[in-house]
């Protein structure tokens, strides 16, 4: 079967239910997308189908045949997509772990919503869990990259 | 680069071949890969002074870090304070990931220890490789060492401005013999560059581009995925296998036994049956066609539920005495007024993030493996032991951690990867799902703790009994164990800070039914719960402002030292010389976070708004940190409405990440505080994912800060200490504000939690 992953066209020979979190990640050795439940509780595995954000390790590879999917690996082209940017600005990661995943369905958030408040934040973001605790940091990041003051004091740079 | 690439270059000897350690450059015992995108460097035959800095002749140093990184930041910090100590350029040092090896000292990277045991360590190497490149510019130039110093990564002789960069000097320095640890000079705090500077994580661009690399991301050309499914009952073994429907999917290419081996568990992986596939999926989907019937084991019966209405009846007789102070029994009976609670905190998981993962490689000269492990050294004894080799066969590759906690201290997965891999005869990455990470981990005790207190007439504590129950972890790794042990009642229910006549510490029996292992901050957790909960309801009682009665119940300014008798206390593995139980220091972290509070409102139980203010502070892994949290309880439900936190911890190396950790232990203490709770069932784990073992999410996260005390004392404890002090300052809130005392966690129990 062939697939589009951040651009570029690729042929499996694979079963053709198996989640593309493992596609990616056993197949095309792209480890950007994150293994973290494989029940759609924690969004670590999070990518963009035709711009919208989907859980890896629930979509069937046949559901996106014909569809752009585009990985962390794809957010752009050198890592400087303004959330990326954000996020080392406002120093986000801690294990790093969630982050490909948030990144993907904040990215999904602002391409829909420039400006988000913080109710919506809070709610593309809620599919997202961080064990290390960043949730400050990524809401200032989001806030960071739509371009909004963040004058608070939750979590950011000394 | 493809991920099989970087995992080649950095096989010991295939590295030591590749840079043949002739690159001309000052080599202090460590070899290091060019490129810089290494994981792993190998360790030369330099002593053990030596092992952590080289410097390129291209003018970049590599600093190893040979801890492992799970979020602390501990691969910035460590180099940071190396860089510092050898006025290097930050933006020419290169992190590189120390391979498992003795030489480096102990990489047991938990108990909050890093940054304290390594602090002076570090900077030694720093000076040292300094020393020696002031010398061989000193050499260079025929002038005196003394009137040559090293200045962002150069050498600088002062009289005649002359200068060299540090790559110039790199092959001459590497000839300099290693200087004497004691004539090094160290810089004075106020020279520092980076020291104590919130210099950013050396691993962030990687992580929001998806190129670091973590456990789970291992890969190799013709690697095996493995798949376990484990024994549901500690100690139950295989007692029938029908894997015929398992073998007939496409992609299974092996299925394998896994034999758990006698009791107690320690680190000995489970029994399980492991299908071997060509990828994850394969192997997920085939292993649920597994039809295993599994042996009768002695902890079948084990019920959660009963074990703690057990434990809550235990902790009510009179237990073990362990320390004791005055004469508590008299002075009960002549209090005017006591007061008792009883404590419980269930079983937790760590839940790390990323499920423990470990790939391994056997030839006949050892073993090499590559993992997300908190404990390098201690997974070369493990898989030495189950292969038949000696530890230095084993080569560990130290990934990065996606979360660690305690649980990847534990090297079960890697055991497992290494014994299959042996039967496969080529490389094997076994890959843990959440459920097998819920319902296998070395989990958090259960506990029930019971406190007694009597008070004279003035409101005044003049006796404290407590009395702990729960399986200690030494249970678990030795057989017989069966009351709490010294050290866990050492983190925070021994050492009180409280100035009591009569203070009795007891326990009650408890025996472990599951594999029991330390989860951050360890029995701090609920020995923080009771103790800060106790207190509280102590100043209800007596009617007093909760910090002013805790600034009366810490007492005076002095060092408390809790060793008492036969009771030796451990401090951490500290000396109470340089890391004192200083109530100065508790004192002040209380009065700071005592002033974010509206603490008027105890009392009142926020009759018109639901509102209230409770407070907890407590001192663990050495470092002092106060919460400060605001609720709101209405109609059956709560929801925390914000969240300070003042924390002690000496010198903040990163003060950066410092913050991080204490945000981050908050929304760990959250977590637990509001819904953590395993369960088990006839000996299995009830919980298999995070619908039913839950963690915050954003939209529960409320507003938080963090406020450093300025402080020049040792660098002590970061990870662990911020998570004690949350669960009792979420309980006393809920108090203030409802009047409703929890006394059970996790809130979610009796509260709807939002
Ligand atoms: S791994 Fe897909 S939602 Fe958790
Ligand atoms: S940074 Fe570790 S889980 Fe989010």
Redo the contacts with the bound molecule.
Sequence with gaps: MQLSINGVSHEFDIDEDMPLLWVLRDELKLTGTKFGCGGGFCGACTIHLDGQPMRGCLTPARFAVGKQITTIEGLSENGDHPLQKAWVEHNV???????SGQLMSAAALLATNASPSDAEIDRAMTGNL???G?YPRIKAAIKTAAGKNVADNRGGKD | MSNNQTIENVGRRRFLQLTGLSAGGLILGTALPGGGSAWASTAGKAGPLNLFVTVHSDDTVSIVCHRSEM?QGIRTALPQIVADELEADWHRVNVVQGLGDERYGSQNTDGSRSIRRFYDTMRTMGASARTMLEQAAAQQWKVPADECSAKNHAVVHTPSGRRLRFGELAAAAAAMPVPDAQSLRLKDSRQFNYIGKPVATVDAPDMVTGRAQFGQDVTFDNLLIASIERAPVLGSTIDKLDDSAARKVKGVVAIERLDGGAEPPAFKPLSGVAVLAHNTWTALKARKLLQISWSASSHDQHDSDSYLADLQRAVLEPGTTITNRGDVDTAESSASQSHQATYTVPYLAHAT?EPPAATAQVSESGCEVWGCVQDPQSVQQQVAAALSMKPEQVTVNVTLL??GFGRKSKPDFVVEAALLAKKMQRPVKVVWSREDDIRHDYYHAASVEHYRAGLDSDGHVDSWLQRAAFPSISGTFQAGIDHPSNSELGLGLTDLPYAIPNCRTETQRAEYHARIGWLRSVSNIQNAFGVCSFADELAHVSGQRPDSFLLQLIGPDRHVDPSQGDYKYSNYGEELDKFPLDTARLKNVLRRVAVKADLNLRGDHGKNSGEGWGIAVHRSFLSYVGIATKVQVQNGRMKIQEMHCVADVGLAVNPDRVRSQMEGAMIFGMSLALMGEIKMKNGAVSNSNFHDYQLLRMHQCPPLSVELVDSDAAPAGVGEPGVPPVAPSIANAVFAASGQRIRELPISKHLQVS
Excluded: N, V
């Design positions: 990661p801690q294990c790093g772990y969630c982050q961080c064990r290390c960043t | 979020g993030m996606g979360g």
